[in-house]
Nanobody, 127 residues
């Protein structure tokens, strides 16, 4: 059974930093595409960042402030978040699609592409 477990969320003041982690277990994720999405209260879930092999993808709103990376040996994906602002307050979800083959760049940004999801971790940014 595939499990994605997020950690690292919490409360931070505007301008601060957090690093989220997503530990994957149950299957081999070496050929997967991994993504981070977030959902703020009353809003739709939105794409934040993704990584496929060495290629990274970012939402325009987070470029330059967030960095996604992965450690294949640990089966873990990270999201380093710097210069956080109150609009970054949301539940952050890790997602995985085991096979990246045949997936277009546009599909990487689409939540429907992903097969597995974590339970989410809350990030709260105060002004």
């Amino acid at each position: 059974q595939v499990q994605l477990v997020e950690s690292g969320g919490g409360w931070v003041q505007a301008g601060g930093s957090l690093r989220l982690s997503c530990a994957a277990s149950g299957r081999t994720f070496s050929s997967s595409v991994m993504g981070w999405f977030r959902q703020a209260p009353g809003k739709e879930r939105e794409f934040v960042a993704a990584i496929r092999w060495s290629t990274t993808y970012y939402a325009d709103s987070v470029k330059g402030r967030l960095t996604i990376s992965r450690d294949y040996a640990k089966n873990t994906v990270y999201l380093q978040m710097n210069s956080l602002q109150p609009d970054g307050t949301a539940v952050y979800y890790c997602a995985a699609r085991l096979s990246t083959f045949g997936i277009s760049n546009a599909q990487v940004l689409d939540a429907k592409t992903y097969d597995y999801w974590g339970q989410g971790t809350q990030v709260t940014v105060s002004s």
